[in-house]
Structure formats: C-alpha cells, structure tokens
C-alpha cells in the first residue's frame, strides 16, 4: 500500500522521506481506525473532547499533506495514491457530535490544497514600509542628546543636583534661587518657574503630577556667527506653532535638566566643569535659556505677548559629594543673612513657598540639646531648607567634606 522502503535505484530513501513516510502511515492508520469505531471520537457528553481530537488529526494530516508523493512513500502508479488518500480524507464525517467544527479540516494555502509544497503558490512579497524621511535635526536638538549618546545621562540625572537662577529679563535685581534634582523633566521645571514668579498658586512636587500654564515653553537659542539656531521645549500643542516661528520642537517632558546644562562641580571651588564648548556657551551666554509665559492680556486673536525670564545654572554638584544636604527638592534657596520674613523679588514669601513645596514629605531630622524649644527648631529647619548650595560662581557654601573619590559616580566631564 505505501512504498517507501526503495528509492528509483533500489537504495533505501533518505532519512528524512522515511520519517515522513512512516509518520504518514501512522496518522492515517490513527484516522481510519478512529473513523470505523466512533466512540474512540466522539462522545455526546463532552463535545470538547470531540472537537479536540478533531483538530489534532486535522493538524497532523495538514503537515504530511506538505511532503511530496516521494517523501510519503506513495507510487503514483499503485491503488493507494496521493488523490485516493485526498479523497478518503475529504469524505470523513466526524460531526455526530453536532459540531460543525468536528470535520477533518486538511487543505492549507501552504500545502498546495492537500497537493504539497512544491505545488504552492509563492507568496506575494511583503508590503515594503515606507518610512518618511526624519526632519533635519538641529545642533540644539543634537546637543540635547549628547548626554544620552555618550552613557552619561543615567549617574549625571539621577545622582546630582543643581542650583539654578531665574532671572526677569528686564530687570536683573528680579531673580530668586533654587535646587533641583538632575532627574527633573523640563515640563516640571516649567510648573516651578511658573509657581515662583507668582503666576501659580499651586506646585505639585511628584513628577507626574501638576500642569503647565497653555502656552508656556523653554526657548533654547545657540548664537552662531550668523545665524541664530531655536529650540522649543514645551509641550505637543504648543510645539505645533514651533516650525511657524522657525524653530525645532522637543517635548520638554522627555528632557531632564541636565541635558540642558552640561557640567559638573568636580570639587568645592572648581566652579561648573562643562561637558563642551556647547555646554559652556548655553549656560554662560545671556539668553540662551529662556522661559516664556503668554501674559494674561493676550488673546487668541492677536500675536501673543510672552514675559520672559532667564534660566542659568550656579553649580551642578555630585549628590554623594554634599552629605550634609538631605533636603526634599525642589527647594527656594538665598545667599544672604536667614530671615524669616524673608520674601522674593517677585512678592512672595520664600519659607511659604518652601513650605508648599515641601508637602507632605518630611524634612531632616536635627539632633539638639535637650531643652531647646519647639519654635527654635524649626527656625533652624526653615534656615537649613532656604541655605544656599553655592555663590553664583559655582563655589560651595554649605558645611561639611568633599569626597573627591564620589565624583566618579555622577559621571564627570
């Protein structure tokens, strides 16, 4: 019935046509023994059963059916051919059960209908994606990734700080003073700015939390010889109106502040050690990072009117290296003389907007003598929280060591 014991020559066929023919023959001696004795597959108590051995002869009879006649050991000149053995399959009835799945199901697109491989159709080749050519990519935008491409991100983000200006740009007496995280998103950046001019009432510090006034944006400019390269950070509605302006748009929630300023306090004095000449000249160059708030008076009809204010950076220091500054960020910080009535260029109260920064996290815990009074700790809170991390030059101001060896770990320039 099924020759595949000898080949055209009389050699006994390849291993891999016998396997194929001797696994023909056992599926289909399993397939007529299950269709004259029917409780071996059917069972109207449990239909599932049914369907499942339906379809697990149907699978094995769909990849036999890939083989050619002479891997299944068929002679095309005997009784039992490839047709013959086609036609006992499709005249099966298993569906006794009353399921229209239990039938043997063995034509494929892959076996050629029952006929085998080399009978099918090729397949039609695969639609080739079109991909759109990415817009041109700014120095600033290239800058931005600098740190990310050269495996700093990580440690500079997540194991630094950084003390920052924000300063009117019509009045350089207006300023105040802050400490960030270098994991900070430009988007959060962008609420806090807004929360200490005094244009918000409310700041969130968890990080995914809050919103940024419609509109507002980082403007990052890199002033060439004779041309003068903008970058938006904002988010995507407002960087819709970018190309417009001629500028480029990032979204700032996927930029963390040290992207921006690049550099690294790398002792006590050193000042801001920048990654680049790029790096230097976007910190150091007025106007080069600037935050812009529409004012109230705009409209939607009318070209809108920003005020502007210039963010800078004092020092950028190595978290390991200031073991005296457990402080929750962000913080409002001074350089003068403590006062608690302190209040900000701007109008606002520096340890009130310290306080409500601060939420419901907990400060430093401080060791005094015994007797000291409820109100004299937390005078000395407040001043901890309002101290300075350095001057404007990048020198460090706070009390305790410098471990010089730390450095290292916030991936220096």
Same mark, same amino acid.
């Given at each position: 019935?099924?020759?595949?014991?000898?080949?055209? !020559?009389?050699?006994? *066929?390849?291993?891999?046509?016998?396997?194929?023919?001797?696994?023909?023959?056992?599926?289909?001696?399993?397939?007529?023994?299950?269709?004259? +004795?029917?409780?071996?597959?059917?069972?109207?108590? !449990?239909?599932?059963?049914?369907?499942?051995?339906?379809?697990?002869?149907?699978?094995?009879?769909?990849?036999?059916?890939?083989?050619?006649?002479?891997?299944?050991?068929?002679?095309?000149?005997?009784?039992?051919?490839?047709?013959?053995?086609?036609?006992?399959?499709?005249?099966?009835?298993?569906?006794?059960?009353?399921?229209?799945?239990?039938?043997?199901?063995?034509?494929?697109?892959?076996?050629?209908?029952?006929?085998?491989?080399?009978?099918?159709?090729?397949?039609?080749?695969?639609?080739?994606?079109?991909? /759109?050519?990415?817009?041109? *990519?700014?120095?600033?935008?290239?800058?931005?990734?600098?740190?990310?491409?050269?495996?700093?991100?990580?440690?500079?983000?997540?194991?630094?700080?950084?003390?920052?200006?924000?300063?009117?740009?019509?009045?350089?007496?207006?300023?105040?003073?802050? +400490?960030?995280?270098?994991?900070?998103?430009?988007?959060?950046?962008?609420?806090?700015?807004?929360?200490?001019?005094?244009?918000?009432?409310?700041?969130?510090?968890?990080?995914?939390?809050?919103?940024?006034?419609?509109?507002?944006?980082?403007?990052?400019?890199?002033?060439?010889?004779?041309?003068?390269?903008?970058?938006?950070?904002?988010?995507?509605?407002?960087?819709?109106?970018?190309?417009?302006?001629?500028?480029?748009?990032?979204?700032?929630?996927?930029?963390?502040? +040290?992207?921006?300023?690049?550099?690294?306090?790398?002792?006590?004095?050193?000042?801001?050690?920048?990654?680049?000449?790029?790096?230097?000249?976007?910190?150091?160059?007025?106007?080069?990072?600037?935050?812009?708030?529409?004012? /109230?008076?705009?409209?939607?009809?009318?070209?809108?009117?920003?005020?502007?204010?210039?963010?800078?950076?004092?020092?950028?220091?190595?978290?390991?290296?200031?073991?005296?500054?457990?402080?929750?960020?962000?913080?409002?910080?001074?350089?003068?003389?403590?006062?608690?009535?302190? /209040?900000?260029?701007?109008?606002?109260?520096?340890?009130?907007?310290?306080?409500?920064?601060?939420? !419901?996290?907990?400060?430093?815990?401080?060791?005094?003598?015994?007797? *000291?009074?409820?109100?004299?700790?937390?005078?000395?809170?407040?001043?901890?929280?309002?101290?300075?991390?350095?001057?404007?030059?990048?020198?460090?101001?706070?009390?305790?060591?410098?471990?010089?060896?730390?450095?290292?770990?916030?991936?220096?320039?």
């Amino acid at each position: 019935m099924l020759d595949n014991s000898k080949s055209e !020559d009389g050699a006994a *066929t390849s291993s891999h046509a016998g396997v194929a023919a001797a696994a023909f023959q056992a599926t289909i001696a399993a397939v007529m023994a299950a269709d004259n +004795v029917d409780h071996w597959r059917c069972d109207t108590e !449990d239909t599932e059963e049914c369907d499942k051995i339906t379809k697990l002869a149907s699978r094995a009879l769909q990849t036999l059916f890939l083989f050619s006649s002479v891997e299944l050991g068929l002679d095309e000149e005997d009784v039992y051919t490839r047709a013959a053995w086609m036609k006992f399959c499709e005249e099966l009835d298993w569906n006794e059960c009353g399921l229209a799945s239990c039938n043997i199901k063995f034509k494929t697109r892959n076996n050629a209908q029952g006929l085998g491989r080399e009978r099918a159709s090729p397949r039609p080749p695969k639609k080739v994606k079109v991909v /759109a050519a990415p817009p041109a *990519t700014s120095v600033v935008a290239t800058y931005l990734h600098t740190l990310h491409a050269n495996g700093k991100l990580k440690n500079r983000s997540t194991k630094s700080r950084l003390q920052l200006r924000l300063t009117s740009s019509t009045d350089d007496a207006k300023f105040v003073q802050f +400490v960030v995280s270098g994991a900070t998103s430009m988007k959060k950046i962008g609420q806090l700015c807004t929360y200490l001019v005094g244009k918000s009432m409310n700041y969130e510090y968890h990080s995914q939390k809050g919103r940024n006034v419609a509109g507002s944006k980082f403007v990052l400019t890199r002033f060439a010889e004779h041309d003068q390269k903008k970058l938006w950070l904002t988010n995507k509605t407002t960087g819709k109106k970018a190309a417009k302006e001629g500028a480029e748009f990032v979204e700032d929630k996927a930029v963390k502040i +040290v992207q921006v300023f690049q550099g690294l306090c790398t002792s006590g004095d050193s000042g801001i050690q920048y990654d680049s000449l790029d790096a230097k000249l976007m910190n150091e160059t007025r106007g080069a990072v600037v935050f812009q708030l529409p004012s /109230a008076s705009s409209s939607s009809s009318s070209s809108v009117e920003c005020t502007e204010y210039l963010l800078t950076a004092e020092g950028i220091f190595p978290n390991d290296c200031l073991c005296l500054d457990l402080q929750a960020l962000p913080r409002l910080v001074t350089e003068g003389a403590f006062d608690v009535n302190a /209040a900000t260029p701007f109008g606002e109260s520096l340890h009130m907007q310290n306080a409500f920064m601060l939420g !419901d996290r907990k400060g430093p815990n401080f060791i005094v003598p015994r007797g *000291t009074s409820q109100e004299h700790v937390q005078m000395m809170a407040l001043r901890a929280r309002s101290e300075a991390l350095c001057n404007a030059h990048g020198r460090l101001l706070m009390g305790g060591f410098w471990n010089t060896s730390r450095v290292a770990k916030s991936s220096p320039p």
